[in-house]
Protein backbone atom coordinates (compact mmCIF):
# COMPACT_ATOMS: atom_id res chain seq x y z
CA UNK A 1 0.00 0.00 0.00
CA UNK A 2 1.30 3.52 -1.00
CA UNK A 3 0.35 6.56 0.76
CA UNK A 4 0.34 10.24 -0.61
CA UNK A 5 0.01 13.32 1.18
CA UNK A 6 -0.59 15.90 -1.07
CA UNK A 7 1.77 19.24 -0.46
CA UNK A 8 0.05 22.58 0.61
CA UNK A 9 2.54 24.25 -1.88
CA UNK A 10 1.22 21.83 -4.71
CA UNK A 11 -2.56 23.74 -3.91
CA UNK A 12 -4.04 26.27 -6.55
CA UNK A 13 -3.72 29.80 -4.40
CA UNK A 14 -6.64 30.20 -2.04
CA UNK A 15 -7.94 32.96 0.04
CA UNK A 16 -6.09 34.60 2.75
CA UNK A 17 -8.79 32.81 5.33
CA UNK A 18 -8.25 29.28 3.23
CA UNK A 19 -4.51 29.61 3.78
CA UNK A 20 -4.60 30.37 7.50
CA UNK A 21 -6.11 26.85 8.00
CA UNK A 22 -4.99 24.75 5.23
CA UNK A 23 -7.05 21.43 4.87
CA UNK A 24 -5.28 19.48 2.59
CA UNK A 25 -2.38 18.65 4.90
CA UNK A 26 -3.08 15.84 6.69
CA UNK A 27 -2.22 15.50 10.41
CA UNK A 28 0.83 13.92 10.95
CA UNK A 29 -0.57 11.81 13.38
CA UNK A 30 -3.38 10.33 11.68
CA UNK A 31 -0.84 9.39 8.97
CA UNK A 32 0.75 7.40 10.98
CA UNK A 33 -2.25 5.91 12.68
CA UNK A 34 -3.51 5.31 9.32
CA UNK A 35 0.14 3.88 8.88
CA UNK A 36 0.37 1.62 11.87
CA UNK A 37 -3.38 0.46 11.39
CA UNK A 38 -2.82 -1.08 7.56
CA UNK A 39 0.32 -2.91 9.15
CA UNK A 40 -2.65 -5.10 10.99
CA UNK A 41 -3.14 -6.85 7.26
CA UNK A 42 -0.07 -8.82 6.24
CA UNK A 43 1.86 -7.71 3.29
CA UNK A 44 1.09 -10.61 1.11
CA UNK A 45 -2.89 -10.26 1.75
CA UNK A 46 -2.08 -6.44 0.52
CA UNK A 47 -0.72 -7.72 -2.51
CA UNK A 48 -3.06 -7.62 -5.74
CA UNK A 49 -3.64 -10.60 -8.23
CA UNK A 50 -0.73 -10.61 -10.56
CA UNK A 51 -1.37 -9.25 -13.40
CA UNK A 52 0.40 -8.88 -16.83
CA UNK A 53 2.24 -4.64 -16.26
CA UNK A 54 2.97 -5.63 -12.72
CA UNK A 55 3.32 -8.68 -10.86
CA UNK A 56 3.34 -6.55 -6.94
CA UNK A 57 0.13 -4.58 -7.98
CA UNK A 58 -1.09 -2.37 -4.97
CA UNK A 59 -3.60 -0.26 -3.83
CA UNK A 60 -2.46 3.64 -3.86
CA UNK A 61 -4.16 5.34 -1.10
CA UNK A 62 -4.16 9.42 -1.76
CA UNK A 63 -5.40 10.70 1.90
CA UNK A 64 -6.87 14.30 1.39
CA UNK A 65 -7.87 15.83 4.45
CA UNK A 66 -8.71 15.26 8.27
CA UNK A 67 -11.07 16.86 10.08
CA UNK A 68 -12.83 16.75 13.79
CA UNK A 69 -16.47 15.68 13.39
CA UNK A 70 -18.22 19.36 14.76
CA UNK A 71 -20.55 18.20 17.28
CA UNK A 72 -18.94 14.64 18.36
CA UNK A 73 -16.37 14.70 20.01
CA UNK A 74 -13.92 12.18 19.64
CA UNK A 75 -15.17 11.58 16.12
CA UNK A 76 -13.03 12.45 13.51
CA UNK A 77 -14.26 12.62 9.69
CA UNK A 78 -11.42 11.54 6.97
CA UNK A 79 -11.30 11.72 2.50
CA UNK A 80 -8.92 9.90 0.67
CA UNK A 81 -8.72 8.51 -2.18
CA UNK A 82 -7.87 4.66 -3.09
CA UNK A 83 -6.51 3.96 -6.76
CA UNK A 84 -6.99 0.46 -7.58
CA UNK A 85 -4.98 -1.11 -10.31
CA UNK A 86 -6.34 -3.76 -12.71
CA UNK A 87 -7.26 -7.01 -11.53
CA UNK A 88 -6.87 -5.71 -7.79
CA UNK A 89 -8.31 -7.34 -4.74
CA UNK A 90 -8.63 -6.61 -0.93
CA UNK A 91 -8.45 -9.21 1.64
CA UNK A 92 -11.99 -9.08 3.73
CA UNK A 93 -11.76 -6.57 6.23
CA UNK A 94 -14.16 -4.07 8.27
CA UNK A 95 -14.16 -0.68 8.83
CA UNK A 96 -15.60 0.12 12.50
CA UNK A 97 -17.00 3.38 10.74
CA UNK A 98 -19.57 4.52 8.56
CA UNK A 99 -17.92 4.26 5.04
CA UNK A 100 -19.51 6.39 1.67
CA UNK A 101 -17.54 5.38 -1.66
CA UNK A 102 -17.75 7.40 -4.50
CA UNK A 103 -16.61 5.66 -7.92
CA UNK A 104 -14.63 8.48 -10.00
CA UNK A 105 -13.00 5.91 -13.07
CA UNK A 106 -13.42 2.87 -14.20
CA UNK A 107 -15.56 0.19 -11.96
CA UNK A 108 -15.75 -2.02 -8.87
CA UNK A 109 -17.25 -5.15 -7.47
CA UNK A 110 -18.12 -4.31 -3.69
CA UNK A 111 -20.56 -6.63 -1.52
CA UNK A 112 -20.54 -6.48 2.11
CA UNK A 113 -21.73 -9.87 4.12
CA UNK A 114 -25.24 -10.55 3.75
CA UNK A 115 -25.82 -8.35 1.06
CA UNK A 116 -25.65 -8.38 -2.76
CA UNK A 117 -22.30 -8.25 -5.13
CA UNK A 118 -22.49 -5.00 -7.17
CA UNK A 119 -20.70 -3.50 -9.67
CA UNK A 120 -20.04 0.44 -9.66
CA UNK A 121 -18.98 3.23 -11.93
CA UNK A 122 -18.34 6.72 -12.39
CA UNK A 123 -20.44 9.09 -10.34
CA UNK A 124 -22.43 5.25 -8.24
CA UNK A 125 -22.14 5.27 -4.58
CA UNK A 126 -21.55 2.55 -1.88
CA UNK A 127 -21.85 2.58 1.91
CA UNK A 128 -20.93 0.28 4.71
CA UNK A 129 -21.92 1.34 8.25
CA UNK A 130 -19.61 0.44 11.13
CA UNK A 131 -20.38 -3.82 11.52
CA UNK A 132 -20.64 -4.73 7.85
CA UNK A 133 -17.88 -7.09 7.16
CA UNK A 134 -16.43 -5.97 3.70
CA UNK A 135 -16.51 -9.06 1.67
CA UNK A 136 -15.49 -7.75 -1.86
CA UNK A 137 -13.77 -5.68 -2.82
CA UNK A 138 -11.95 -5.68 -6.21
CA UNK A 139 -11.47 -3.67 -9.66
CA UNK A 140 -14.14 -4.70 -11.83
CA UNK A 141 -11.64 -4.60 -15.03
CA UNK A 142 -8.02 -6.77 -15.43
CA UNK A 143 -7.22 -4.46 -18.08
CA UNK A 144 -8.01 -0.87 -16.57
CA UNK A 145 -7.24 0.95 -13.01
CA UNK A 146 -10.20 2.36 -11.05
CA UNK A 147 -10.46 5.32 -8.65
CA UNK A 148 -12.55 6.11 -5.82
CA UNK A 149 -13.30 8.87 -3.35
CA UNK A 150 -13.53 7.79 0.21
CA UNK A 151 -15.41 9.83 2.98
CA UNK A 152 -15.16 7.79 6.50
CA UNK A 153 -16.20 9.04 10.02
CA UNK A 154 -14.67 7.27 12.87
CA UNK A 155 -13.63 7.60 16.37
CA UNK A 156 -10.02 9.08 16.44
CA UNK A 157 -7.29 7.04 17.34
CA UNK A 158 -9.22 3.58 16.14
CA UNK A 159 -7.86 1.56 13.58
CA UNK A 160 -8.98 2.27 10.16
CA UNK A 161 -8.65 -1.04 8.80
CA UNK A 162 -9.18 -4.33 10.27
CA UNK A 163 -9.12 -7.55 9.19
CA UNK A 164 -11.97 -10.10 9.21
CA UNK A 165 -13.15 -13.38 8.15
Same mark, same amino acid.
Given at each position: ??I????? +?????????? #???????????? =??????? @???? &?? @???? $?? !???? @? &??? /? !???? %??????????????????????????????? #????????????? @? *?? %?? *? #????? =????????F????????? =? +?????????? /??L??????? $???? *?????
Open positions: MKIIPDA +SLQPAASAAR #REQPTTNANPML =VLAFLIA @STLI &PT @STLM $GQ !ETAT @S &PMA /K !ETIT %MLITKDLAGSPGEQVLMYTVDFPPAFSSPIH #RHNAQVSVYVLEG @S *VV %MQ *V #RGGKE =VTIGPGQTYEDPSDIHV =V +SRNASSTESA /KFVCLINKK $GAAL *VIPAR
